[in-house]
Structure formats: structure tokens, C-alpha cells
């Protein structure tokens, strides 16, 4: 079994004004300074998703091919309207055999204080349904038009914070993707 890893990066949304690519983008550049890991980010903007559900005609195949290579997956969601996004679901329901014992991480994104924890809590029986493992720890960025610059970085005020709860995530995902991966390998 190979020790390196691929983590596909969700982008949780489509919407233009959309606040929580910075903290994806981060995400991701975070993911690119662990060791054995190759990063896939996906922002849903780049893919067609047609149809509602995991019909042939709803699949974007390059969407299919990402969720085939990746071992482990990080959902960066924005909070709209208390749960997650409509076009990070018809993203997800595109594609469900991929998915099976494969883990994920999710970090909720908000403009309020709560840094978008109703949508994690959504989101988690969702993709548990898909045969997603979620893990047991998400991060969260509260105030997001305040925690990133222009570049997608942190600010100075916010970089420790926000690296140690990325970390924290990663930690738990990574060590996830590997017995998955094992199990997926080895086991019948």
C-alpha cells in the first residue's frame, strides 16, 4: 500500500459574491505542505451537474474521475439558510459508488460568529448517506469577510487560530484516509 495520499478539496458554492472560496483556497494551500499528500481542489464552478441526483445524465465524468482517484475529501461549506448549499448537494449526489468508505472533513464558513456549524451538522448525515465517514472533527471560520485577505490567506490577527483548527482537521482526516484506504485495499 502506498503512504501517499490524494484529498480532493470541495468548494462548497457556486455564488458569485461568494466568501467562502478564501477559506477553501486556504484549505487547500494548507493540504500542499503535508507530507505524502497530493491536493485536487474542486470548485463546483468548473463542472456541469445538469440533472438532481446520481442519474448518468447529472455526472460531470472530470467530477467522476477526481472522486475516483481522491482518498479522502474536505468539504469547505458556507452556512445559507441554516444547511449547506443546493449546488455543493447536486455536486455530492452526482456521484455515490466513489464515495463508499472513503473519509471527509468538513469546515462550515459564515459571515456570523458561528462560523457556519449548522451547515456541518447538515451536511454530516448527508454524506454519511453516501457512504461517506465523516470525521468527528470540523473546522469552522466565523467572520469570514474579516479572517482573509485578498489573496486567500489569513490575516495576521486570525493565522494562528485558523491554522491550528485546519491542522487539527487534517490530523484527524489524514489518519482516517489511511485505515480506510487499508481497509478498502485489503478487505473484502
Same mark, same amino acid.
Given at each position: 500500500?502506498? /503512504?501517499?495520499? @490524494?484529498i480532493a478539496?470541495?468548494?462548497?458554492?457556486?455564488?458569485?459574491? +461568494?466568501?467562502?472560496?478564501?477559506?477553501?483556497?486556504? %484549505?487547500?494551500?494548507? #493540504?500542499?505542505? *503535508?507530507?505524502?499528500?497530493?491536493?485536487?481542489?474542486? !470548485?463546483?464552478?468548473d463542472? =456541469?451537474?445538469? &440533472?438532481? #441526483? /446520481?442519474? $448518468?445524465? &447529472?455526472?460531470d465524468? +472530470?467530477?467522476?474521475?477526481?472522486?475516483?482517484?481522491?482518498?479522502?475529501?474536505?468539504? %469547505? @461549506?458556507?452556512?445559507? =439558510?441554516?444547511?449547506?448549499? #443546493?449546488?455543493?448537494k447536486?455536486m *455530492? !449526489?452526482?456521484?455515490?459508488?466513489?464515495?463508499?468508505?472513503? $473519509?471527509?472533513?468538513?469546515?462550515?464558513?459564515? /459571515? &456570523?460568529?458561528? #462560523?457556519?456549524? +449548522?451547515? %456541518?451538522?447538515?451536511?454530516?448525515?448527508?454524506? +454519511?448517506?453516501? &457512504?461517506?465517514?465523516? @470525521?468527528?472533527?470540523?473546522?469552522?471560520f466565523?467572520?469570514?469577510?474579516?479572517?482573509?485577505d485578498s489573496?486567500?490567506? $489569513?490575516?495576521?490577527?486570525?493565522?494562528?487560530?485558523?491554522?491550528?483548527?485546519?491542522?487539527?482537521?487534517? !490530523?484527524?482526516?489524514?489518519?482516517?484516509?489511511?485505515?480506510?484506504k487499508?481497509?478498502?485495499?485489503?478487505?473484502?
Amino acid at each position: 500500500m502506498s /503512504n501517499s495520499l @490524494t484529498i480532493a478539496v470541495l468548494a462548497g458554492t457556486t455564488r458569485q459574491q +461568494r466568501q467562502s472560496i478564501k477559506a477553501a483556497h486556504y %484549505v487547500a494551500q494548507f #493540504g500542499t505542505g *503535508l507530507p505524502d499528500v497530493q491536493m485536487i481542489f474542486v !470548485d463546483p464552478n468548473d463542472f =456541469n451537474f445538469p &440533472g438532481d #441526483g /446520481n442519474d $448518468p445524465e &447529472g455526472k460531470d465524468p +472530470r467530477y467522476s474521475e477526481i472522486t475516483a482517484k481522491a482518498d479522502a475529501f474536505f468539504i %469547505v @461549506t458556507p452556512e445559507y =439558510n441554516h444547511s449547506f448549499p #443546493g449546488s455543493l448537494k447536486r455536486m *455530492l !449526489d452526482s456521484e455515490l459508488e466513489n464515495y463508499i468508505h472513503k $473519509p471527509v472533513a468538513i469546515a462550515g464558513v459564515s /459571515n &456570523g460568529s458561528w #462560523g457556519g456549524v +449548522r451547515a %456541518v451538522e447538515a451536511l454530516v448525515t448527508s454524506v +454519511r448517506e453516501m &457512504g461517506l465517514v465523516a @470525521t468527528f472533527t470540523s473546522a469552522y471560520f466565523p467572520r469570514v469577510q474579516d479572517s482573509f485577505d485578498s489573496h486567500n490567506q $489569513p490575516v495576521a490577527d486570525q493565522k494562528d487560530r485558523i491554522d491550528k483548527n485546519i491542522q487539527r482537521a487534517y !490530523d484527524e482526516l489524514i489518519w482516517m484516509a489511511k485505515v480506510l484506504k487499508y481497509g478498502r485495499d485489503n478487505l473484502a
